[in-house]
């Protein structure tokens, strides 16, 4: 059974330049959730995308966009990178927005970006 | 949004110690869960423990939704349980994690 997978596992990019990553979500889930870990912080959440929609958001900004592929797969765009963008980007998938599958998440390893 | 405070943020062990850590919440508890997260960053389930209290092997967790804590009790603690640990809670679909608390567990 496949956990939630996500690639890069590392990446640099310079300010300014645009970032994709990638995640697939645990066999059986629907929904997938981003999250911007800083060094030293909690996961902050930055949205969720269930039926290809963005159903909740947190408090990014919009250089934070997204997308929910038909096969539940996401994918997380940053543009205009800022040295402060520099952390670990967390997938986690869950089943349903409703309900007790949606309430425990389940993460990848993550993808960290460093920004110079 | 909901506010959610852990303690101590850090914790030093002996192998072998118990030790208990805590979260608390500023609002109703619903969808509370624990985490692990390892050194090389993977956030690894413990508990989805909305109330009551679980146990998994030397692990357990208790809730008490009506006064707005929850604790995690690490017994015979190895040094594999280093790493942080973190409680979220749900509330408005927005998940929202504490600071953690950073456990060092010496052989």
Do not use: M
Request: aromatic residues 10%.
């Amino acid at each position: 059974d496949a956990g939630v997978t996500q690639s890069p596992t590392h990446l640099i990019k310079t300010r300014g330049q645009q970032v994709t990553l990638r995640c697939s979500p645990k066999s059986g889930h629907d929904t997938v959730s981003w999250y911007q870990q800083a060094l030293g912080q909690g996961p902050q959440f930055i949205f969720q995308y269930y039926e290809e929609e963005e159903r909740q958001r947190g408090n990014f900004p919009d250089r934070f966009s997204g997308h929910q592929f038909p096969n539940y797969s996401s994918e997380l765009n940053v543009n205009a990178l800022l040295l402060g963008d520099s952390a670990l980007y967390l997938c986690a998938s869950s089943l349903g927005t409703g309900g007790s599958g949606a309430n425990v998440l389940t993460f990848g390893a993550g993808s960290r970006l460093t920004v110079l | 949004g909901i506010q959610v405070e852990q303690s101590p943020p850090d914790l030093i062990l002996q192998e072998g110690a118990n030790s208990t850590l805590r979260c608390n919440f500023s609002d109703s508890v619903n969808n509370l869960q624990w985490f692990h997260q390892n050194p090389w960053g993977q956030l690894i389930n413990l508990f989805y423990i909305p109330s009551g209290t679980k146990q998994n092997g030397r692990l357990s967790a208790t809730t008490v939704a009506t006064e707005r804590y929850s604790l995690l009790y690490i017994s015979s603690s190895q040094t594999t349980d280093s790493g942080v640990y973190f409680c979220a809670e749900k509330g408005s679909y927005i998940p929202t994690f504490g600071r953690g608390t950073s456990l060092i567990v010496h052989p």
